[in-house]
């Protein structure tokens, strides 16, 4: 088994389920230390469980500053100094443009850019200026295009983008590579909540929402989760430090 990344620690938010979880599995196949981080325990015990002795998790709100804070304190007390930053916790809520409220469209922000924000940023808070680090955020085909019913989470995912491309400008010499990877859709509990909302507001059965979700992707299939994973484990690699500022679709060719 190859242990590349053997005792870096890698801090993954939305660990507990869907992408983050695969990503923590693939990581920590390489020898990392991982850090699960999301505001469920249940989910994050039982993925720590899964990887083992050595790996652990922190409960936190990725939109609350002074959790993000504390996580950080904890997981670097746990496993050392974050060097790997995965950023997969995510909100994808669904409503027409003029039905979307306030409230949903600031979670949506507040989850899915904001929690990036902070994370990254508390990672280079902690990161000494000579160690060579990742942050990896998991954006979406909805940071490259456009999708109709989900403009606040499209406006986020974007926002992900923008802020993945000028930070790795900042970071560049400072041997720190930020990137992005974007899923279409994939087979995770975020998509099945999803198909539930379009059952329940159109009065499509299952199926047909899944047919209509899976049309986007020119393989006729829905991404899976450990795909994803792979993605990021390769930017993780000493082998992709020439590689910072990218938006990497994983999406069966819909980008």
Not at 141 to 162: D, E, N
Request: aromatic fraction near 4%; charge should be positive.
């Amino acid at each position: 088994m190859s242990q590349i990344l053997e005792n870096r620690n890698a801090l993954i938010t939305g660990g507990g389920t869907g992408i983050g979880a695969a990503v923590a599995h693939r990581l920590a196949r390489a020898g990392a230390l991982v850090t699960l981080l999301g505001r469920r325990v249940e989910p994050l015990a039982a993925t720590a469980a899964q990887l083992g002795s050595g790996h652990g998790y922190v409960v936190a709100d990725v939109a609350d500053e002074a959790a993000v804070r504390e996580a950080f304190i904890q997981a670097r007390a746990a496993r050392g100094t974050v060097k790997i930053l995965v950023n997969a916790a995510g909100l994808a809520q669904s409503a027409p443009a003029a039905q979307t409220s306030l409230d949903l469209w600031s979670r949506a922000i507040a989850v899915n850019l904001t929690g990036t924000f902070l994370c990254s940023r508390e990672l280079l808070g902690q990161l000494p200026k000579t160690v060579e680090g990742r942050i990896i955020n998991i954006a979406s085909t909805a940071g490259l295009r456009g999708y109709s019913y989900v403009t606040a989470y499209c406006a986020a995912k974007h926002g992900v983008i923008g802020y993945t491309r000028a930070l790795a400008q900042e970071l560049a010499r400072r041997r720190v590579t930020v990137n992005a990877v974007c899923p279409g859709y994939t087979q995770t509990p975020l998509l099945g909540e999803a198909i539930e909302n379009i059952v329940r507001t159109t009065g499509r059965s299952a199926e047909e929402a899944r047919q209509d979700l899976v049309r986007s992707n020119p393989q006729g299939r829905f991404v899976q989760p450990a795909e994803v994973a792979e993605a990021v484990y390769w930017l993780c690699l000493p082998e992709a430090s020439s590689v910072t500022g990218t938006a990497v679709p994983v999406a069966g060719g819909e980008v």
